[in-house]
């Protein structure tokens, strides 16, 4: 098939567009008709690309995206319109504009097949070369305005999301610059690239020096630097977060004041570490309030302990004289005076055992609880502990339950002030009575004793309070100063293992305590 052009046409002024910035297919099965469409097209500037077939065509359309097709109808095997179709299929060159060329007469089956297969326009061989340049360069104009306005609307877009961006960011900035805090923007080798208003106004830095990392530095206590640096050096090694308490001098005064800083990394989408952001925040009032409270608990601990001892030397003397009281009386006492002795003899032991707590819970808090360790008998230490309450009441009575040979290595006299502390805890909120079970298991290389009463029960709210000292399960007193359960803790504590309580808060229902221990490794 040769294209022949024997019609003579007036000239006319081609359609600017724009050089080697689009790319045309041309599709035949002859080498001669493709040279000849190169020849007729070639004044126009544009890339052309040959495709002697219609799957060598799709493959080209696999690499790149083109302005035009002149594809031949009659072409073995897949002829233009299945290959119009197959274009059309595919999502970027679905509106791609395809000019069919044709030997074939304007009949209306080979029109109706044209347009169907998708054809922008339908060119009868022969045709006037120039004919087929102007609808060519019709195309690629349209193709390049179509283009231009495809830019011009992703730079409009670029431009909003830009500005959006900015407004965003500014935004943030004011917010972050009305923070009560102190944020800083590092870059992931510590640069300074901002720092909010607080920060500024409080170091009395100017914008241009709170990036700079010595005039920062310049603030800090002169005690914590060596902390800063080391806490730096740290960040860089792990990458982690990580929070400090540093000493930040302000401005209007001199005052160094504590703050916590905290550091957390900034990654990227792939995990890189890009930056950091670093707070600070005023704790000043706070840790001078917990160290005042901290030294009045001293105080008061102190001033316990002395008022221990000092009760320690007349306490023991009434005891004595009480005990000589009653040897001298002898047999020839009357009721009356006997029952005296014993009120006296009961008061005397009662504030020696007050005295004691007190002094116990001074050893907990200063780590000078001393233990005597050795082998214990549990089972055996608890039936000591029972005996410690007989006789009780009519009605009333303490239980055992623990397996023959379950041995701890422990100091047995404090274990029996433990068991002692919390069967009378048992007692001493059981006031309509009842029976008190102790029982006794072996978990694994764990002891578990439980002590179980069914008495007035603990409010779900203060079953962790009742082991502070001076704590109460109720409002009210039932005898004791609140240091037993207090005591009981720290001595299982030393031990290495723990108490706790579980009650549902329902009278009548009592309470558990459970008391862990381990067993000595063999």
């Known amino acids: ?18 050089p080697r910035t689009t790319s045309i297919l041309l599709v035949d099965d002859h080498a001669s008709n493709l040279l000849a469409l190169e020849a007729i097209l070639e004044p126009m500037g544009q890339k052309l690309v040959k495709a002697a077939s219609g799957p060598e065509a ?14 031949d109808v009659q072409m073995p095997g897949m002829d233009g319109f299945e290959t119009a179709r197959i274009i059309r299929q595919r999502e970027r060159s679905r509106y791609t504009p395809i000019i069919f060329l044709t030997a074939h007469g304007r009949d209306e089956a080979n029109l109706v097949s044209g347009y169907a297969s998708g054809a922008a326009d339908y060119v009868v061989k022969p045709f006037h070369p120039e004919v ?4 060519a360069e019709a195309f690629v104009a349209l193709y390049v305005r179509q283009r231009a306005l495809q830019r011009q609307e992703a730079a409009l877009w670029e431009r909003e999301r830009r500005m959006l961006e900015r407004q965003g960011e500014l935004r943030f900035r004011r917010l972050v610059d009305s923070m009560p805090q102190f944020v800083w923007a590092l870059l992931a080798d510590g640069t300074i690239s901002y720092a909010n ?15 700079q990392r010595e005039d920062n530095l310049r603030c800090f206590h002169p005690e914590d630097l060596g902390k800063v640096r080391a806490t730096w050096d740290v960040l860089r090694r792990s990458g982690m977060p990580r929070e400090q308490e540093y000493r930040l001098r302000r401005a209007t005064d001199g005052e160094f004041r504590w703050f916590l800083c905290r550091t957390l990394p900034e990654r990227d989408g792939a995990g890189r570490l890009v930056g950091w952001i670093s707070t600070a925040t005023d704790i000043d009032d706070a840790r001078r309030a917990v160290e005042t409270l901290r030294a009045t608990n001293e105080a008061k601990d102190m001033f316990l302990t002395l008022a221990a001892h000092e009760l320690r030397t007349p306490l023991q003397a009434a005891r004595s004289y009480a005990d000589l009281a009653r040897k001298k009386a002898g047999e020839e006492q009357t009721p009356k005076v006997a029952r005296a002795l014993e009120g006296i ?17 001074g050893r907990l808090q200063r780590g000078e609880l001393s233990l005597e360790e050795g082998d214990v008998d549990v089972r055996a230490l608890l039936r000591e502990v029972a005996e410690h309450f007989d006789p009780l009441p009519e009605g009333r009575d303490i239980q055992v339950e623990a397996p023959e040979g379950l041995v701890l290595r422990a100091d047995g006299e404090r274990l029996d002030q433990v068991l002692t ?16 079970r102790l029982r006794a298991r072996e978990e694994g290389r764990w002891v578990h004793v439980e002590v179980l009463d069914h008495g007035l029960g603990i409010p779900e709210d203060r079953l962790e309070n009742i082991f502070e000292r001076f704590g109460r399960a109720h409002g009210v007193s039932y005898g004791g100063l609140g240091l037993g359960l207090a005591i009981a803790r720290g001595i299982v504590e030393r031990h290495g293992g723990r108490v706790w309580a579980e009650s549902s808060g329902r009278p009548g229902h009592g309470s558990t305590f459970h008391v862990v221990l381990p067993r000595p490794v063999s």
């Not at 087929?132 to 609808?135: A, G, I, Q, V």
């Open 197 to 211: 208003r607080g920060w500024l106004d409080y170091a009395g830095l100017t914008a241009e020096q709170g990036r």
């Open 345 to 361: 003899q009961r008061s005397v032991g009662r504030m020696a055992r007050l005295v004691e707590n007190l002094l116990d819970v």
């Open 1 to 18: 098939m040769a294209l022949e052009g024997t019609e003579q046409l007036t000239p006319h002024v081609p359609i600017r567009v724009e």
């Open 421 to 436: 502390n919390l069967v009378s805890n048992a007692l001493r909120y059981s006031p309509d009575g009842g029976d008190i």
């Open 132 to 135: 087929l340049r102007w609808k």
């Open 58 to 71: 799709l493959r080209w359309l696999l690499r790149e995206d083109f302005a035009l097709i002149l594809l």
